[in-house]
């Protein structure tokens, strides 16, 4: 087993990733593309990013032998995922080297420590409240929170986990239906719209970023990440460059991290939440700058220079979800890909999943060109081609 901390791992040896999800297919993708072998440890056998490795590890993540076998064979590990158990990471950790490290994950698993962190570096957030009983949800009854999001603090992902509470009185039951869990109560804010960072911090704590992307949701699922000139304020955008590398540096963080946030109706910028990983928001990147998130993440991992990624295209992305699977009547049926490949600037990328669900994510499509103007025109298109409801005025405002 590598006890190797630093160092630059030249091309040729193993990286190992924990979760097979295409994230990890994507980050094996990138780095096979530069010399290096990936191993992925899942518990899925056929997974997105096992079909494109050729070692894999098929285990839970907490089952010792697989962390062994990991360990032993890769010569620095990263997550794709970041709900991976913190006793297996802290592990991994004092085994083998890791980026990002066990405790800035454990931060990022965990709702109310992200908030609690942005608060302490003086990061805005929604108002909010912990609910873990009785207590708490009476407690939180006089507060200012209403109508509010109950979101659990853990495990909660593409709008899962989360109940509305439009008054004090539904916050037990809200609470109840969750499960009883630990649980953040956060009001329901009047958003202008969303953007995220993507950033890189290498172990030496040099940082890059890629400019914020401007984010549509739709049912709490990522519709649409948008990348141009004119898409978000100048100012807006350093803002939150500045807090998204402010967090970083306060978790002494390595790897690729994206902390997403909210802009409300008023112009205020509030830190929603963060990944410990590349980030769908980022996925246009592959497509649209000379190097990508994935590329980043390999590179914080094998301790490779970090350069400052340019973007040269503009770039629209659409997650393709499962429900495009599905035709009127509920049968299963492959989208018209070739009409949607004859779009300018169109790539496409699917994640190799066999089973299509309503809600999945099995793959997106990014649009480049030279313009915002244009990008949204062919994303348009696609759209219509795909019979993807269009989007309307607040979802891609002129700009
Ligand atoms: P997830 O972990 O599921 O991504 P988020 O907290 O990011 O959870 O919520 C998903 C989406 O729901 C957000 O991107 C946003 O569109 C909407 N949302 C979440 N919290 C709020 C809020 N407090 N006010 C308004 N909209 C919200
Ligand atoms: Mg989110």
Same mark, same amino acid.
């Given at each position: 087993?590598?006890?190797?901390?630093?160092?630059?791992?030249?091309?040729?040896? *193993?990286?190992?990733?924990?979760?097979?999800?295409? +994230?990890?297919?994507?980050?094996?993708?990138?780095?096979?593309?530069?010399?290096?072998?990936?191993?992925?440890?899942?518990?899925?056998?056929?997974? @997105?990013?096992?079909?494109?490795?050729?070692?894999? =590890?098929?285990?839970?993540?907490?089952?010792?032998?697989?962390?062994?076998?990991?360990?032993?064979?890769?010569?620095?590990?990263?997550?794709?995922?970041?709900?991976?158990?913190?006793?297996? +990471? #802290?592990?991994?950790?004092?085994?083998?080297?890791?980026? @990002?490290?066990?405790?800035?994950?454990?931060?990022?698993?965990? &709702?109310?420590?992200?908030?609690?962190?942005?608060?302490?570096? /003086?990061?805005?957030?929604?108002?909010?409240?912990?609910?873990?009983?009785?207590?708490?949800? /009476?407690?939180?009854?006089?507060?200012?929170?209403?109508?509010?999001?109950?979101?659990?603090?853990?495990?909660?992902?593409? /709008?899962?986990?989360?109940?509305?509470?439009?008054?004090?009185?539904?916050? &037990?039951?809200?609470?109840?239906?969750?499960?009883? =869990?630990?649980?953040?109560?956060?009001?329901?804010?009047?958003?202008?719209?969303?953007?995220?960072?993507?950033?890189?911090?290498?172990?030496?704590?040099?940082?890059?970023?890629?400019? @914020? #992307? !401007?984010?549509?949701?739709?049912?709490?699922?990522?519709?649409?990440?948008?990348?141009?000139?004119?898409?978000?304020?100048?100012?807006?955008?350093?803002?939150?460059? !500045?807090?998204?590398?402010?967090?970083?540096?306060?978790?002494?963080?390595?790897?690729?991290?994206?902390?997403?946030?909210?802009?409300? !109706?008023?112009?205020?910028?509030?830190?929603?939440?963060?990944?410990?990983?590349?980030?769908?928001?980022?996925?246009?990147?592959?497509?649209?700058?000379?190097?990508?998130?994935?590329?980043?993440?390999? !590179?914080?991992?094998?301790?490779?220079?970090?350069? #400052?990624?340019?973007?040269?295209?503009?770039?629209?992305?659409?997650?393709?979800?499962?429900?495009?699977?599905?035709?009127?009547?509920?049968? =299963?049926?492959?989208?018209?890909?070739?009409? *949607?490949?004859?779009?300018?600037?169109?790539?496409?990328?699917?994640? /190799?999943? #066999?089973?299509?669900?309503?809600?999945?994510?099995?793959?997106?499509?990014?649009?480049?060109?030279?313009?915002?103007?244009?990008? &949204?025109?062919?994303?348009?298109?696609?759209?219509?081609?795909?019979?993807?409801? +269009?989007?309307?005025?607040?979802?891609?405002?002129?700009?």
């Amino acid at each position: 087993m590598s006890q190797e901390r630093d160092g630059f791992i030249a091309p040729g040896a *193993v990286l190992g990733v924990l979760g097979g999800g295409q +994230l990890g297919r994507m980050f094996a993708q990138s780095a096979q593309s530069a010399g290096y072998e990936v191993v992925v440890l899942e518990p899925q056998p056929a997974s @997105p990013a096992a079909l494109v490795t050729t070692r894999n =590890v098929a285990s839970d993540y907490d089952d010792t032998d697989g962390l062994h076998r990991i360990a032993r064979t890769a010569r620095a590990v990263t997550i794709e995922f970041e709900n991976v158990p913190a006793a297996a +990471l #802290q592990w991994l950790d004092q085994h083998v080297r890791l980026a @990002p490290h066990a405790p800035a994950v454990a931060v990022c698993q965990d &709702r109310a420590q992200e908030k609690a962190l942005f608060t302490r570096l /003086g990061v805005a957030c929604a108002p909010h409240a912990r609910i873990d009983g009785a207590a708490t949800c /009476g407690a939180a009854a006089s507060l200012p929170l209403f109508p509010g999001i109950l979101k659990t603090s853990r495990m909660g992902y593409d /709008g899962k986990g989360q109940q509305s509470v439009h008054d004090a009185q539904q916050l &037990r039951a809200a609470w109840d239906a969750l499960g009883g =869990v630990d649980c953040v109560l956060e009001r329901r804010l009047e958003l202008d719209f969303e953007l995220s960072v993507v950033l890189a911090r290498g172990a030496d704590g040099t940082t890059v970023h890629f400019e @914020p #992307q !401007r984010n549509v949701h739709r049912d709490g699922i990522l519709f649409s990440s948008t990348a141009a000139a004119g898409v978000i304020d100048d100012a807006l955008a350093e803002q939150a460059v !500045r807090a998204a590398r402010g967090i970083a540096k306060g978790l002494g963080y390595v790897g690729v991290l994206c902390v997403e946030f909210f802009v409300t !109706r008023g112009g205020e910028l509030l830190a929603n939440e963060m990944a410990p990983r590349p980030h769908n928001s980022g996925h246009h990147t592959i497509d649209s700058c000379d190097v990508s998130q994935f590329e980043l993440q390999w !590179r914080c991992l094998v301790g490779a220079p970090l350069p #400052q990624p340019r973007r040269h295209s503009a770039a629209l992305m659409l997650n393709l979800l499962g429900d495009l699977w599905f035709d009127a009547g509920d049968a =299963v049926r492959e989208p018209d890909w070739a009409s *949607v490949l004859a779009l300018p600037g169109a790539h496409l990328h699917l994640y /190799g999943k #066999q089973q299509p669900r309503r809600g999945r994510k099995m793959g997106h499509l990014t649009f480049t060109a030279p313009g915002l103007r244009e990008v &949204r025109e062919t994303a348009r298109q696609a759209c219509e081609r795909l019979g993807l409801r +269009l989007p309307g005025a607040d979802e891609w405002p002129a700009g």
